[in-house]
């Protein structure tokens, strides 16, 4: 029985296997997502979110051709007019998102450039994108609020 012992002890410590530090295993996956979040407007005037169910994340430009398409029958509403072209152009450059909308400044109210912010910024932080990540959005017909870079009040940078 003391030789059985003794040939397993032998192979346990003869294995090469060593103790090691503590390594870092990099983000946490995102997993795999039933759909994308889109932000409508409820009866009260806020934002939120609505579910839809896609069967993956998708990209931003696939999130926002759905969010202009509307909120279906969800009870919820856009700030957005409808629009027959619902293709936004997405570029990215360090801290900031560029949306290129096929829009102008006078189809979107406050509340809408918020519906499309959270939306984008929703799909760049669910696919494992920094918080701390701004949008900006561009018109068809440029105004000056185009080139303001946006957070989305729903989703914060610690959080």
């Known amino acids: 029985m003391n030789r059985i012992w003794l040939v397993v002890v032998l192979l346990l410590v003869g294995c090469g296997v060593r103790p090691s530090g ?7 996956p995102t997993g795999v997502a039933p ?3 889109l932000y409508f407007v409820d009866a009260n005037g806020e934002l939120r979110p609505q579910l839809r ?19 279906g029958g969800s009870g919820l509403r856009t ?3 409808s629009t027959p072209t619902t ?5 990215t450059a360090p801290n900031v998102i560029r949306l290129l909308l096929p829009l102008t400044a006078r189809d ?43 957070t989305c009040p729903l989703i914060t940078p610690g959080g």
């Open 35 to 37: 759909g994308v979040t």
């Open 53 to 71: 169910d896609t069967s993956r994340l998708g990209t931003v430009s696939e999130a926002l051709d759905l969010l202009l398409s509307g909120p």
């Open 108 to 150: 979107v109210t406050p509340r809408g450039i918020d519906q499309i912010v959270c939306t984008a910024l929703g799909v760049h932080v669910q696919s494992g994108g920094a918080r701390t990540m701004k949008v900006q959005t561009r018109f068809t017909q440029p105004a000056p609020e185009s080139e303001v870079e946006r």
């Open 79 to 81: 700030e957005i007019a």
């Open 22 to 28: 503590v390594t870092d295993g990099g983000d946490p």
């Open 87 to 91: 293709r936004v152009v997405v570029t």
